[in-house]
């Protein structure tokens, strides 16, 4: 039996910026990936919210979303996520709710308690809003209440976005959104693409905390992972070598612009860098097709985990595509 045959594949793009590119191309990119894999069977292509990064082109995330939605037709289209404490509930009741009314159906929100920037950006971005991280739970309950029917009496509406029932997903990197989402009744999705150290804890604290509710009545979890594959486990090993220096830059604080990929990354990293890097990557999917299915399988055996989101940051977006080829090509 093919373990992955069954398992959801899908997608989380921050729409990479190249050393020799702009956000245009980016942008334009994103939506050719997500057609790609919407003709490959993929279930999702959720982007994510980042700020002040000169390689990330997804900050703006309900606007490229509506992008994406227009130039699809059935994938579902998300955030991976939205960072809830840069923003009052209703905004993104409003800006969530016109895309469900444009694109029903199709359009989900998955929600994150960091801020995702850098405390001179979030100050920058919240200007004199209060929120913070330890008012979660109670936005998270808020923005359920501003996409549900409206009830008598209610004064503050989203229009639109009241009555659309977005499907709300909580995404975390810790322990704390895998233990609301289980008492919530609602969907989780891990951040080990980027924190795998606290996967497997997180899975056991969401799934032990789960009660079933209106959305879900039994735990669904989806581990996000990085992929880098290619024709042979040699070709793999060269192009991770732009995300190995992408992350590098980002443990350095320096640019994340997207650099091409290099012959070795001898020389380019200390020893305790090469090993942060290796820890940041630990779940990371590189090689020929038989080494990945091998390791996926591996994975969903240890995790039994509902589906899986993947990240994929190598230079040539042609070698992107191809990437999610060979992946598609796995559960054959």
Sequence with gaps: MNRLAPVPFSVLDLAPIREDGGPAQALHNSL????????????RFWVAEHHNMDGIASSATAVLL??????????????????????????????FGTLASLYPGRIELGL???????????????????GSADDFPQDV????ALLGPRQPGQRVIAMP??????????????????????QKGLPYAFASHFAPRYMHEAIRVYRNHFRPSAVLDKPYVMLGV?????????EADFLATSVYQRILALMRGESLVLQPPVPSMAGRWLPHEK????????LAMVGGPEKIRAKLETLLEQTEADELIFTCDVYEHADRLRAFELLAGLRA
């Design 32 to 43: 050719a990936l997500a057609r790609h894999v919407e003709a490959l069977g993929f279930k």
């Design 141 to 144: 309950e808020e923005l359920q």
């Design 161 to 182: 976005g009241v009555g659309t029932e977005v499907p709300i997903w909580l995404l975390g990197s810790s322990l704390f959104s895998a233990q609301l989402a289980g």
């Design 112 to 130: 994150g308690r960091a801020p995702g920037a850098d405390q001179a950006t979030t100050r920058a971005l919240r200007r004199e809003r209060s």
């Design 275 to 282: 090993e942060a890097v290796g820890s940041f990557l630990a």
């Design 226 to 234: 990085p992929l880098v594959a290619a024709p042979t486990d040699e």
């Design 66 to 95: 509506g992008y994406l939605a227009a130039g699809t037709r059935t994938l579902r289209l998300g955030s991976g996520g939205v960072m809830l404490p840069n923003h009052a509930p209703l905004v993104i009741a409003e800006q």
